[in-house]
Protein backbone atom coordinates (compact mmCIF):
# COMPACT_ATOMS: atom_id res chain seq x y z
CA UNK A 1 0.00 0.00 0.00
CA UNK A 2 0.80 3.37 -0.59
CA UNK A 3 2.21 6.39 2.61
CA UNK A 4 3.22 9.38 2.32
CA UNK A 5 5.70 10.81 5.03
CA UNK A 6 6.14 14.61 5.51
CA UNK A 7 8.57 15.96 8.34
CA UNK A 8 9.12 17.72 10.78
CA UNK A 9 5.51 17.23 12.13
CA UNK A 10 6.28 20.78 13.98
CA UNK A 11 8.72 23.93 13.55
CA UNK A 12 9.24 26.73 15.35
CA UNK A 13 11.77 29.12 12.95
CA UNK A 14 12.67 32.80 12.97
CA UNK A 15 11.96 35.81 10.54
CA UNK A 16 15.00 35.40 7.70
CA UNK A 17 15.61 31.41 8.93
CA UNK A 18 16.01 29.16 6.23
CA UNK A 19 13.02 26.64 5.64
CA UNK A 20 13.53 22.90 4.35
CA UNK A 21 10.07 20.87 4.52
CA UNK A 22 10.44 17.37 3.05
CA UNK A 23 7.87 14.70 1.93
CA UNK A 24 8.16 11.54 0.79
CA UNK A 25 6.12 8.97 -0.98
CA UNK A 26 6.45 4.93 -0.52
CA UNK A 27 4.74 2.14 -3.08
CA UNK A 28 4.10 4.19 -5.72
CA UNK A 29 6.10 5.15 -8.86
CA UNK A 30 6.20 8.36 -10.61
CA UNK A 31 3.58 10.34 -8.38
CA UNK A 32 2.02 13.61 -9.30
CA UNK A 33 3.28 15.70 -6.03
CA UNK A 34 1.86 18.69 -4.61
CA UNK A 35 2.30 21.26 -1.54
CA UNK A 36 -0.26 23.04 0.01
CA UNK A 37 -0.41 25.71 2.64
CA UNK A 38 -3.53 26.31 4.80
CA UNK A 39 -3.07 29.29 6.80
CA UNK A 40 -5.15 29.96 10.00
CA UNK A 41 -9.06 29.95 9.64
CA UNK A 42 -8.21 29.36 5.65
CA UNK A 43 -8.65 26.68 2.77
CA UNK A 44 -6.11 24.94 1.11
CA UNK A 45 -3.70 26.98 -1.17
CA UNK A 46 -1.62 25.05 -3.54
CA UNK A 47 1.61 26.05 -3.67
CA UNK A 48 3.55 24.04 -5.93
CA UNK A 49 3.07 20.71 -8.03
CA UNK A 50 5.38 18.31 -9.84
CA UNK A 51 4.39 15.62 -12.39
CA UNK A 52 7.73 14.54 -12.20
CA UNK A 53 11.90 14.68 -10.89
CA UNK A 54 12.87 17.98 -11.81
CA UNK A 55 9.17 19.13 -13.22
CA UNK A 56 7.83 22.17 -11.04
CA UNK A 57 4.97 24.18 -11.46
CA UNK A 58 4.52 27.46 -9.18
CA UNK A 59 1.15 28.74 -8.62
CA UNK A 60 1.39 30.88 -5.85
CA UNK A 61 4.56 33.61 -6.61
CA UNK A 62 6.22 34.12 -3.12
CA UNK A 63 9.69 33.27 -1.38
CA UNK A 64 8.87 29.70 -1.40
CA UNK A 65 10.75 27.02 -3.95
CA UNK A 66 10.16 23.47 -4.64
CA UNK A 67 12.33 20.85 -5.81
CA UNK A 68 11.86 16.97 -6.09
CA UNK A 69 15.31 15.44 -6.65
CA UNK A 70 13.96 12.15 -6.96
CA UNK A 71 10.52 10.41 -8.09
CA UNK A 72 9.33 9.81 -4.52
CA UNK A 73 10.54 13.21 -2.93
CA UNK A 74 9.31 16.34 -2.90
CA UNK A 75 11.20 19.34 -0.93
CA UNK A 76 9.44 22.62 -0.03
CA UNK A 77 12.67 25.38 0.94
CA UNK A 78 12.58 28.87 1.50
CA UNK A 79 15.93 31.46 1.69
CA UNK A 80 14.85 33.64 4.47
CA UNK A 81 10.96 33.14 6.05
CA UNK A 82 8.47 35.58 6.70
CA UNK A 83 6.07 35.99 9.13
CA UNK A 84 3.36 35.46 7.04
CA UNK A 85 4.81 31.57 5.59
CA UNK A 86 3.08 30.91 9.55
CA UNK A 87 0.86 27.87 8.46
CA UNK A 88 -0.30 24.26 7.87
CA UNK A 89 1.71 23.01 5.43
CA UNK A 90 1.00 19.65 3.68
CA UNK A 91 2.06 17.27 1.02
CA UNK A 92 -0.06 15.41 -1.38
CA UNK A 93 0.66 12.77 -3.57
CA UNK A 94 -1.97 11.57 -6.71
CA UNK A 95 -1.13 9.48 -9.56
CA UNK A 96 -0.83 9.37 -12.86
CA UNK A 97 -2.11 6.30 -14.65
CA UNK A 98 -4.71 8.26 -16.71
CA UNK A 99 -6.05 11.37 -15.08
CA UNK A 100 -5.65 11.91 -11.33
CA UNK A 101 -8.41 11.12 -9.35
CA UNK A 102 -8.19 11.12 -6.27
CA UNK A 103 -5.51 12.93 -3.48
CA UNK A 104 -3.54 11.61 -0.86
CA UNK A 105 -2.27 13.62 2.07
CA UNK A 106 0.42 13.62 4.64
CA UNK A 107 0.11 14.44 8.13
CA UNK A 108 1.05 18.14 7.75
CA UNK A 109 4.02 20.11 9.42
CA UNK A 110 2.82 22.95 11.29
CA UNK A 111 4.99 26.08 10.71
CA UNK A 112 5.37 28.79 13.30
CA UNK A 113 7.67 31.87 12.21
CA UNK A 114 8.62 34.11 15.18
CA UNK B 1 -10.01 33.19 -8.32
CA UNK B 2 -11.68 31.13 -6.45
CA UNK B 3 -12.93 28.48 -8.76
CA UNK B 4 -14.36 26.60 -5.87
CA UNK B 5 -16.27 27.66 -3.38
CA UNK B 6 -18.15 27.19 0.02
CA UNK B 7 -19.83 29.65 1.08
CA UNK B 8 -20.38 28.20 4.46
CA UNK B 9 -17.14 28.34 6.43
CA UNK B 10 -19.39 26.76 9.57
CA UNK B 11 -22.47 24.24 10.32
CA UNK B 12 -23.96 22.86 13.17
CA UNK B 13 -26.34 19.92 13.80
CA UNK B 14 -28.14 17.71 16.58
CA UNK B 15 -26.43 14.05 16.67
CA UNK B 16 -28.66 12.06 14.34
CA UNK B 17 -29.67 15.03 12.41
CA UNK B 18 -28.47 15.14 8.62
CA UNK B 19 -26.08 17.08 7.77
CA UNK B 20 -25.69 19.14 4.53
CA UNK B 21 -22.68 20.42 3.07
CA UNK B 22 -22.51 22.82 0.05
CA UNK B 23 -20.26 23.84 -2.58
CA UNK B 24 -20.07 25.49 -5.86
CA UNK B 25 -17.56 25.65 -8.94
CA UNK B 26 -17.39 28.05 -11.51
CA UNK B 27 -15.43 26.24 -14.26
CA UNK B 28 -17.45 23.87 -16.64
CA UNK B 29 -14.38 22.63 -17.58
CA UNK B 30 -14.62 20.28 -14.11
CA UNK B 31 -15.73 16.61 -14.62
CA UNK B 32 -14.84 15.05 -11.55
CA UNK B 33 -15.63 16.19 -7.79
CA UNK B 34 -14.42 15.24 -4.25
CA UNK B 35 -15.00 15.39 -0.57
CA UNK B 36 -12.69 15.68 2.03
CA UNK B 37 -12.73 15.34 5.84
CA UNK B 38 -9.76 16.84 7.76
CA UNK B 39 -9.24 17.11 12.13
CA UNK B 40 -7.23 19.47 13.39
CA UNK B 41 -3.52 19.36 13.07
CA UNK B 42 -4.08 16.31 10.32
CA UNK B 43 -3.79 16.32 6.73
CA UNK B 44 -7.36 16.01 4.67
CA UNK B 45 -8.57 12.17 4.24
CA UNK B 46 -10.69 11.40 1.10
CA UNK B 47 -14.33 10.68 1.95
CA UNK B 48 -16.78 10.40 -1.29
CA UNK B 49 -16.32 11.31 -4.84
CA UNK B 50 -18.35 11.41 -8.24
CA UNK B 51 -18.13 11.89 -11.63
CA UNK B 52 -20.08 14.68 -13.79
CA UNK B 53 -21.71 11.52 -15.13
CA UNK B 54 -23.83 11.20 -12.75
CA UNK B 55 -25.96 12.57 -10.62
CA UNK B 56 -25.50 10.55 -7.00
CA UNK B 57 -23.05 9.06 -5.78
CA UNK B 58 -23.81 7.10 -2.06
CA UNK B 59 -21.60 5.30 0.59
CA UNK B 60 -22.69 4.36 3.84
CA UNK B 61 -24.12 7.45 5.39
CA UNK B 62 -22.60 9.62 2.77
CA UNK B 63 -24.06 10.63 -0.11
CA UNK B 64 -23.21 12.94 -2.60
CA UNK B 65 -25.41 15.23 -5.27
CA UNK B 66 -24.23 16.98 -8.26
CA UNK B 67 -26.27 19.48 -9.88
CA UNK B 68 -24.04 20.11 -13.36
CA UNK B 69 -26.60 23.27 -14.12
CA UNK B 70 -26.44 24.82 -11.19
CA UNK B 71 -22.95 23.90 -11.01
CA UNK B 72 -23.60 22.68 -7.59
CA UNK B 73 -22.64 19.63 -5.07
CA UNK B 74 -23.67 19.07 -1.95
CA UNK B 75 -22.77 16.40 0.68
CA UNK B 76 -25.08 15.25 2.62
CA UNK B 77 -24.41 12.77 5.95
CA UNK B 78 -27.22 11.19 7.69
CA UNK B 79 -27.28 9.84 11.09
CA UNK B 80 -24.28 12.76 11.96
CA UNK B 81 -22.49 11.58 14.19
CA UNK B 82 -19.98 13.81 17.06
CA UNK B 83 -17.43 12.16 15.26
CA UNK B 84 -18.17 13.23 11.97
CA UNK B 85 -17.21 16.70 13.73
CA UNK B 86 -14.31 18.30 10.91
CA UNK B 87 -13.70 20.54 8.24
CA UNK B 88 -15.03 19.66 4.71
CA UNK B 89 -13.39 20.30 2.01
CA UNK B 90 -14.63 19.67 -1.85
CA UNK B 91 -12.91 19.92 -4.98
CA UNK B 92 -12.63 19.79 -8.44
CA UNK B 93 -10.50 18.45 -11.47
CA UNK B 94 -10.65 19.24 -14.90
CA UNK B 95 -10.58 16.24 -17.25
CA UNK B 96 -7.27 16.97 -18.45
CA UNK B 97 -5.34 18.27 -15.61
CA UNK B 98 -3.60 17.32 -12.36
CA UNK B 99 -4.32 20.10 -10.31
CA UNK B 100 -7.38 19.84 -7.50
CA UNK B 101 -9.23 22.98 -6.72
CA UNK B 102 -10.15 22.89 -3.16
CA UNK B 103 -12.75 25.26 -1.76
CA UNK B 104 -12.45 27.20 1.51
CA UNK B 105 -13.82 24.38 3.73
CA UNK B 106 -17.24 24.05 6.52
CA UNK B 107 -16.54 23.48 9.79
CA UNK B 108 -19.00 21.08 11.09
CA UNK B 109 -19.81 20.77 14.44
CA UNK B 110 -22.56 17.65 15.33
CA UNK B 111 -23.36 18.34 18.77
CA UNK B 112 -24.48 15.19 20.75
Known amino acids: SQTIHQWPATLVQPVGSPLSLECTVE??????LYWYRQAAGRGLQLLFYSVGIGQISSEVPQNLSASRPQDRQFILSSKKLLLSDSGFYLC?????????????FGPGTRLTVL | DQQVKQNSPSLSVQEGRISILNCDYT??????FLWYKKYPAEGPTFLISISSIKDKNEDGRFTVFLNKSAKHLSLHIVPSQPGDSAVYFCAAITNTGNQFYFGTGTSLTVIP
Open chain 1, 27 to 32: GTSNPN
Open chain 2, 27 to 32: NSMFDY
Open chain 1, 92 to 104: AWSGTSGRADTQY
